[in-house]
């Protein structure tokens, strides 16, 4: 069992930035590809963009790019999402999920969920 526990979220100016982490009980989260996803209440859980196991190849949803990255430190068991120039709409909670498996695959096979972190972008 892998827990994931995300960090780093809270209230930001637009054009702000932050830096959410997610970090992992096992040392097996290694082998995990891990992505990050974010809701908005009342609308479906969106995925974000995503990081192979080895941190070597990143996987982004088409309006992310560019704002957002990921990178992941495996010695630290923690996979990282830095937000730049964030806006209203990407208030959210963001969570953190793993999938089993070196690559990410857009099926969204996810066999554990953090609990999520909330993030505020005010106008």
């Known amino acids: 069992q892998v827990q994931l526990v995300e960090s780093g979220g809270g209230l930001v100016q637009a054009g702000g930035s932050l830096r959410l982490s997610c970090t992992a009980s096992e040392r097996t989260f290694s082998t995990y590809a891990v992505g990050w996803f974010r809701q908005v209440p009342g609308k479906e859980r969106e995925f974000v963009l995503a990081i192979n196991s080895s941190g070597g190849k990143t996987y982004y949803a088409g309006s992310m790019k560019g704002r957002f990255a990921i990178s992941r430190d495996n010695a630290k068991n923690a996979v990282y999402l830095q937000m730049n120039n964030l806006k209203p709409e990407d208030t959210a909670v963001y969570y953190c999920?793993?999938?089993?498996?070196?690559?990410?695959?857009?099926?969204?096979?996810?066999?554990?969920w953090g609990k999520g972190t909330l993030v505020t972008v005010s106008s």
């Open positions: 999920a793993a999938q089993m498996g070196s690559s990410w695959s857009m099926d969204y096979n996810i066999n554990y």
